[in-house]
């Protein structure tokens, strides 16, 4: 089983912007879609952006425009690119993946943006 371990979290200013990493134990194309969802506290975690095998993005509608999300098979790393940060953005962040046996978690980084 592939593990995925997020990173890159952190405090930042309404406007700023954060590069999250997700690192894969292995291969990335053992994945037929990886993506970025978020939990905000007390509410329900909703999908972010996802992005396919073959390099199909997907976002939400808050999401767009604002965020990107991109990979590295070279260096197993999914990154989702943060820009014009609001506080409404502030949440954990997890990285997911689905393959032949199903969905796999990352642990979560945190992400708050402050006025």
């Known amino acids: 089983q592939v593990q995925l371990v997020e990173s890159g979290g952190g405090l930042v200013q309404t406007g700023g912007s954060l590069r999250l990493s997700c690192a894969a134990s292995?291969?990335?194309?053992?994945?037929?879609?990886m993506g970025w969802f978020r939990q905000a506290q007390g509410k329900q975690r909703e999908l972010v952006a996802t992005?396919?095998?073959?390099?199909?993005?997907n976002y939400a509608d808050s999401a767009k425009g604002r965020f990107t999300i991109s990979r590295d098979y070279a260096k197993n790393m999914v990154y989702l690119h943060m820009n014009s940060l609001k506080p409404e953005d502030t949440a954990v962040y997890y990285c997911?993946?689905?393959?032949?046996?199903?969905?796999?978690w990352g642990q979560g980084t945190r992400v708050t943006v402050s006025s």
């Open positions: 992005i396919t095998s073959g390099g199909s993005t």
């Open positions: 292995g291969r990335i194309f053992s994945f037929y879609v």
């Open positions: 997911n993946g689905v393959g032949e046996k199903g969905g796999t």
